[in-house]
């Protein structure tokens, strides 16, 4: 039986491990029991051995249609407690702290889990014909693996609130005006490859430095943030990627260097 997503591992041209999950679970990617449990395994196993950049995408007409409603039918108070520590504990959560840059393809129609997860990854990419939704009033239900609070650090609490209150449908260019979506691509899955294998050659201790600082003024704002960021990226100072790329700097001139991740 085929797995519902995939995980792959390569190699840029310049030798930096890059991995792609790719959902694959037709014909909507909706995000059963199955679905679930297997990106879960897949995020543990980056977790367990980072790469240096990940990409997350799909394969099919859409992106995913959303939840299979099957997974919440008949849960007690209890156990939809228990689905969304879950869910927030093996997937959305590891993947905000894999220390490398995460970045998201989406080349169509993105509901409800899959946007929630999008919303938890460093860097969104869409196709135009994209377009994103958390719909779960239709079942009533508010969005639970983190999208209306990480929407409302990206867009503002009032987009947020409309947005999840409305459950409409908001096309590509909407979520790049307000600041959700990084970029727009006609061919999104070319560009997010391409900028994956860019963010992987980079220098991959200072990108999880950054991430840690970022993580830092979400939890407790520009106080917060700048209490860690000396010891934070004191610690760089140490990495051969810093004391390399300040050699070739002094050498050669700016953009010379290159960098193996340590």
């Not at 979506?181 to 294998?197: I, K, P, Q, S, Y």
């Amino acid at each position: 039986m085929t797995e519902p997503t995939r995980l792959d591992r390569t190699e840029t041209d310049a030798g930096a491990q890059l991995a792609t999950i790719t959902v694959d679970h037709p014909p909507l990617n909706l995000f059963d029991k199955g679905l679930l449990d297997s990106l879960a395994a897949n995020v543990a196993e980056l977790t367990a051995a980072p790469p240096r950049a990940v990409l997350l995408r799909a394969e099919g007409k859409v992106v995913s249609g959303g939840v299979d409603v099957h997974v919440f039918d008949g849960l007690s108070i209890e156990q939809g407690t228990a689905l969304w520590e879950d869910l927030f504990g093996r997937i959305i959560h590891p993947i905000e702290a894999l220390p490398c840059p995460v970045v998201f393809a989406a080349h169509g129609l993105t509901l409800t889990a899959a946007f929630e997860i999008a919303l938890a990854c460093d860097i969104i990419l869409a196709a135009p014909k994209a377009k994103f939704g958390l719909v779960e009033t239709v079942v009533g239900l508010t969005p639970s693996m983190g999208g209306p609070q990480r929407l409302a650090e990206r867009a503002g609490s009032g987009r947020a609130r409309e947005f999840v209150m409305t459950g409409d449908l908001y096309d590509a260019a909407t979520m790049s005006d307000w600041g959700v979506v990084n970029a727009v691509h006609e061919d999104v899955d070319t560009a997010a490859r391409a900028l994956t294998a860019r963010l992987a050659d980079g220098p991959t201790r200072a990108h999880a430095a950054t991430k840690q600082i970022i993580e830092a003024w979400r939890s407790g704002g520009v106080a917060h943030a700048d209490s860690v960021t000396p010891q934070v990226s004191g610690e760089l100072f140490a990495t051969a990627d810093l004391r390399g790329a300040v050699r070739s700097f002094l050498d050669v001139g700016p953009g010379k260097a290159t960098y193996t991740g340590r």
